[in-house]
Every structure is written in C-alpha cells, then in structure tokens.
C-alpha cells in the first residue's frame, strides 16, 4: 500500500491569517481585529489583545504587542502597526519510488502599517525564492495597499492584495483556494470598495495586475462578496466572481457560511461552481469546489476538527476529481503562537488513496 506522509511546519503565519470561527465570538467584521478590510496581515491593537483574551490558551497582556512588549507601554507611536512574519517548510514523503525529506524557506516578512482616523497604508517588506534552490533571495513585497474611510461603513482600497471570496480562511491548500487558482502568491493589484454593516458586509474588487506581474498567470475581472450577521453568532455569505486569462474565461459562484450550532461547536463551510470556458475551441469545463470543517473548541485555545474537501472541476472528466478529508487539531497555547495538526487521506478518481499528515506552526510577532 502506498504510503505519503507530508509534515509540514510552518513559521510565521499565513497570507489570509484571519479566523471566519470568531464570528460566533460576535465579531462579524474582519476590521475588529485586522486593518485590512477583508481580514489577514497586521493585526490592530484590539486585534492583539483578543489573541491572548478570547483566543489563547495561556496568554498576558504584557507580552502580547509587537515583538512581545507591552500595550500599556507609552513609549509607542500610536499610528503604527507592525508584525514580522517567518515561514518555513519541512517535507517528508515516503512511496514505493520515492522517499525524501527537505526543509524549505517560505517566508520572511516585515508589514508595517501606518492607521490615522481616515487613511492609512499597509506595505510588507521580505523574501522570496527565485530559483530552482528555493532560497529566499528575491526582495519583494507580498501586499502593500492604501485605505481610505469614507464614513465608518464605507471603505475604499487599493494596491496589491487577495481578493474577498467566500471564508477567506488561512488554508491556502484547500480544495476552495488552490483547487479555484487562489493558492499562497496569488495577490492581484485590485480597486476595492466595501459596506461594512452591523448585519450586512458588501465588497466589490475589480481584479488587474500591474505590468512586473504580467509574466505571471493570474485572472483580471471582479469579485463580488456579500454576507449576513445571524442572531451574532453566524454568518451566511455567498461570493461572485468572474475572471479571465489568455487561454480561458471563467465564472465561480456560490455559498459559504459559519454556523454557530453551539457556544462550543461551529462548522464552516463552502460550495462553488466553476464555468470555465477554453478560448481555442470554445468548449466548457463545468464543476464545482466544496471545503467543510466542522470544530469543536474542548477548551480555550484547543480546537479538534474534522475536515473534508473536494474539486471537481470538469464534470466530463472523472480523473478530475480530487478528495481530501481527515482530523485534527488546533492550538493556540501562546500569544503569537498557533499549531494545528492534520491526518487524513487524498484521492484522486481512478488511484489509491494516499495517507498524509501535516504539521502547521505559526508565529506571528
């Protein structure tokens, strides 16, 4: 029986960091605890306190601001946000034909925000892999964007960054994020406007890239995101969007929602159909992108789950459906600290399932 085991560490935290379960905390706008309007990166001052109150195992106030100092220290700059980001991966695989272990660098980011009452700024600053070796050798910056608050609901954004769609969770390798094209590196230079509500969240992106970015495939179009607050505890969402390469177009609707089945128990999940049509002969490739997780928090800070995703993304070719499903667990022990574990299985129509397990482990200071 073939054998794949895949542990993966990961030091710093993901691109899309934000947390979709904290809506059954009441927090239904990303912006409670992120400066970006659809959630992820620099976290804000409110944003760093629920990390050690609500999120956090063990945690202290004293040592959960920038590089663990204190929030009460009078020292800081009021306007500045700051959070340094590392990321590696180790690998290890073990088949019939192939075993091999790696340690490889991801990530190395400084963000640096700049939050006055109307305007504010968001820029990384670190290291990428440019070459077959995977060092992290090419300077760039993942996002940087301008914000500007028209009223306290209307926000106004541009520059380089993801696009609001569906959870917009932190699993970039799920069926819903790499299956749709929206891995890790997939940020588009975008025009965004957002309605920022007490019951209603409305984005509208409209997708380009910048001419440096053009020798890599990525779509151009518009995104659209909406979703509801219900009874403060669960959100229901359904997102919009339509894109376009030089080979293809392609439209990718559906739902999404966090549910609150319990103060303890909640599942999120997210279903899209994908109409993607071939330019050199005009023929349609039909099929649909759906991810559940469904977690249940045993104590503050410590979440089991359980997981299942699937593409299938051409329904007139079985070989392209692709499962995954399994358990595990997330921790948060620390301020800055969190660790999931994941075991399950892959099958791809017409092959074995695989075994495989990863390891994540962020820090984000």
Do not use: C
């Given at each position: 029986m073939k054998l794949f085991l895949a542990v993966v560490i990961f030091f710093g935290i993901?691109?899309?960091?934000?947390?979709?379960e904290n809506v059954r905390h009441g927090y239904f706008s990303c912006t409670a605890c992120h400066m970006s309007p659809s959630g992820g990166?620099?976290?804000?001052?409110?944003?760093?306190?629920?990390?050690?109150?609500?999120m956090s195992t063990w945690g202290s106030t004293k040592n959960s601001d920038f590089l663990f100092s204190s929030p009460e220290d009078e020292s800081k700059i009021q306007w500045l946000?700051?959070?340094?980001?590392?990321?590696?991966?180790?690998?290890?695989r073990n088949t019939p034909k192939v075993e091999k272990a790696k340690l490889v660098p991801m990530q190395a980011d400084y963000e640096i925000g700049v939050d006055f009452e109307k305007f504010a700024f968001v820029s990384t600053f670190g290291f990428r892999s440019n070459d077959s070796s995977q060092d992290l050798k090419e300077f760039f910056s993942?996002?940087?964007?301008?914000?500007?608050r028209f009223t306290d609901q209307v926000v106004g954004r541009i520059g380089k960054f993801m696009q609001a769609f569906g959870l917009n969770g932190p699993d970039h390798v799920t069926a819903t994020r790499r299956g749709l094209g929206w891995d890790q590196g997939s940020e588009s230079y975008n025009l965004e406007?957002?309605?920022?509500?007490e019951s209603f969240n409305h984005t509208v992106t409209l997708i380009s890239n910048s001419p440096q970015e053009r020798s890599?495939?990525?779509?151009?179009?518009?995104?659209?995101?909406?979703?509801?607050?219900?009874?403060?505890?669960?959100?229901?969402?359904?997102?919009a969007y339509q894109g376009?390469?030089?080979?293809?177009?392609?439209?990718?609707?559906?739902?999404?929602?966090?549910?609150?089945?319990?103060?303890?128990l909640f599942l999120n999940s997210e279903f899209f159909l994908q109409d993607k049509t071939l330019k050199n002969d005009s023929s349609h490739q039909k099929g649909y992108a759906t991810f559940s997780r469904l977690g249940y928090e045993t104590l503050k800070g410590l979440t089991p789950f359980v997981q299942f995703d699937r593409s299938y993304l051409d329904s007139s070719d079985r070989n392209s459906q692709f499962d995954s499903y399994g358990v595990g667990t997330q921790w948060l022990p620390y301020p800055h600290f969190d660790i999931m574990l994941f075991v399950g299985k892959e099958k791809v129509y017409s092959q074995d399932a695989t075994d495989f397990a990863w390891l994540m482990f962020n820090i984000y200071l």
């Open positions: 993901l691109d899309a960091d934000a947390f979709p990166g620099v976290l804000t001052p409110y944003g760093r306190s629920l990390s050690n109150e609500l946000r700051q959070q340094i980001f590392l990321r590696g991966v180790q690998t290890y993942r996002r940087h964007f301008a914000l500007y406007m957002n309605y920022i509500g890599v495939k990525k779509d151009q179009g518009i995104s659209v995101n909406s979703s509801y607050f219900w009874k403060n505890k669960s959100r229901f969402g359904l997102s376009r390469q030089s080979d293809y177009d392609r439209i990718v609707f559906g739902p999404y929602a966090t549910i609150s089945i319990t103060e303890k």
